[in-house]
């Protein structure tokens, strides 16, 4: 990352996102957890979706040394992004009240529910 990029990670429920940025570059994120760099031009609506994406910070260097003193990294499995298709309803409400996404409790069906998150979380 440079001072003219910042890095972004998506954190939405769709197993595929694809946005335009201001700086007319489109991007797409397979499943929640993927990073990509975009321009700094694209922060300001990055921090207006922060149920879409979050910003990563920089990560620091470490020196040669402390590089070979670090256990290696574990790997942690890819989040599953299908995994929202199999959320009952009352998780679905549960998510999207985490998010700040106010849906109708009257929804009850799956379906419609994953729908108006989508809708709400469009960017």
């Given at each position: 990352m440079t001072a003219d990029t910042i890095r972004?990670?998506?954190?939405?429920?769709?197993?595929?996102?694809?946005?335009?940025?201001?700086?007319?570059?489109?991007?797409t994120w397979f499943g929640a957890g993927d990073v990509q760099?975009?321009?700094?031009s694209a922060l300001a609506k990055v921090l207006k979706h922060p149920t879409v994406w979050e910003l990563v910070p920089d990560e620091p260097v470490a020196s040669p040394l402390e590089a070979a003193a670090?256990?290696?990294a574990v790997?942690?499995?890819?989040?599953?992004?299908?995994?929202?298709?199999?959320?009952?309803p009352a998780e679905?409400?549960?998510?999207?009240?985490?998010?700040?996404?106010?849906?109708?409790?009257?929804?009850?069906?799956?379906?419609?529910?994953?729908?108006?998150?989508d809708a709400a979380t469009a960017g």
């Open positions: 972004v990670r998506y954190i939405g429920l769709k197993a595929k996102c694809t946005d335009s940025f201001p700086s007319g570059t489109i991007h760099t975009l321009p700094a670090q256990p290696p790997d942690k499995p890819p989040p599953d992004p299908d995994a929202w298709l199999t959320k009952t679905l409400h549960a998510y999207a009240e985490e998010r700040g996404i106010k849906l109708d409790k009257r929804l009850k069906d799956a379906d419609k529910i994953r729908a108006a998150i």
